[in-house]
């Protein structure tokens, strides 16, 4: 291959690991945001409903659709494919946690700009 080929298809690959690493970031807040609001914005918002409805309707619907959220939401990030083996980022062999920051099947890093990048300090 061509040294022009060759960094023509490295161009390539970090610009698909940067779309990827775009709807992680994207992914990754629809699943963290609503998780860690949960408690606080039932309260409130049940709190709200609350003037209207009766308290514990009020704040069961709200938990309910919070929660709903959170798993639609949460789908994507949870399902996140690794751009550089395809597989779920999220389940190794047999497990799966979403308290990793590398690629639980080859352990690409989150935000690698390539295939070959396994540095994570110097990508921020
Ligand atoms: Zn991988």
Redesign the pocket.
């Known amino acids: 291959m061509s040294p022009e080929k060759a960094e023509e298809r490295a161009q390539a690959e970090r610009r698909q690991y940067q779309a990827a690493w775009e709807k992680y970031r994207v992914y990754s807040a629809w699943y963290w945001l609503p998780s860690i609001t949960f408690v606080p914005g039932v309260f409130f918002f049940g709190w709200l409903l609350s003037f209207f409805l009766n308290a514990g309707l009020a704040h069961g619907l709200v938990a309910f659709g919070w929660m709903a959220l959170r798993m639609i939401g949460g789908q994507g990030y949870a399902q996140f494919r690794?751009?550089?083996?395809?597989?779920k980022?999220f389940a190794g062999k047999g497990f799966q946690t979403v308290f990793t920051n590398k690629?639980?099947?080859?352990?690409?890093p989150t935000y690698a700009r390539d295939s070959t990048d396994r540095n994570q300090e110097d990508v921020f």
């Not at 690629?103 to 690409?108: D, E, I, P, R």
């Open positions: 690794c751009p550089r083996c395809g597989s980022f690629s639980l099947n080859c352990g690409l």
